[in-house]
């Protein structure tokens, strides 16, 4: 019993590291994100980063508008679900239900469809959990900001492997860095 609350106790200790000099070091501050440059063009309209391949909608407008497409031609009622707010769709004669939203802040946004009275999940892209449940995600970008975007860079690699520990005889899930530019040699 006391073996755990000691070391259940020593999770609160704080020490002050100091610098050379014997003074508090300094405290560290988050980096600041990205901001885009006041003159940043806009983004032009793309499909969202989370549809399927080929699939054009929900579609993100230049003006950060997203327009949704849902294709239930014996639904009486639908509304797309913005972060949590249900807006109402419009039925076209082919059974091609449509909203465009108004402006999004840039980031990532939850929704889904509400199919008469029914929480349902848009067919044409990724599904994710948000909200208690299983949801649709898209993304507006910030013009000029590209920070998160994926280039072509060079990359560092993880090895995976199992090898056996003679120390504690069992067998141990590793995860080997290597930088860029470096070959690691397989395991014998």
Not at 50 to 60: A, L, S, T
Not at 81 to 98: E, L, Q
Request: some cysteine; aromatic content about 12%.
């Amino acid at each position: 019993m006391s073996a755990a609350i000691l070391a259940g106790g020593t999770g609160f200790a704080q020490t002050k590291k100091a610098s050379k000099d014997g003074k508090p070091a300094a405290r560290q501050e988050p980096a600041p994100a990205p901001a885009a440059p006041v003159d940043a063009p806009a983004v032009p309209a793309h499909p969202s980063p989370y549809n399927f391949p080929g699939v054009q909608y929900p579609r993100i407008e230049a003006d950060s508008r997203v327009n949704f497409r849902f294709n239930a031609p014996i639904a009486q009622k639908l509304q797309v679900s913005i972060v949590n707010v249900p807006f109402a769709m419009v039925k076209s004669a082919d059974g091609v239900w449509t909203y465009t939203s108004a402006p999004q802040a840039p980031g990532y946004h939850n929704y889904w469809m509400i199919v008469d009275g029914a929480i349902v999940l848009d067919p044409a892209t990724q599904a994710f959990i948000g909200y208690g449940h299983m949801c649709n995600a898209f993304e507006v970008p910030e013009p000029g900001v590209d920070f998160y975007d994926i280039k072509d860079v060079p990359h560092s690699n993880v090895l995976i492997k199992n090898c056996f520990a003679k120390t504690t005889n069992t067998w141990r899930h590793i995860l080997v860095y290597t930088p860029r530019d470096k070959q690691l040699q397989p395991f014998g």
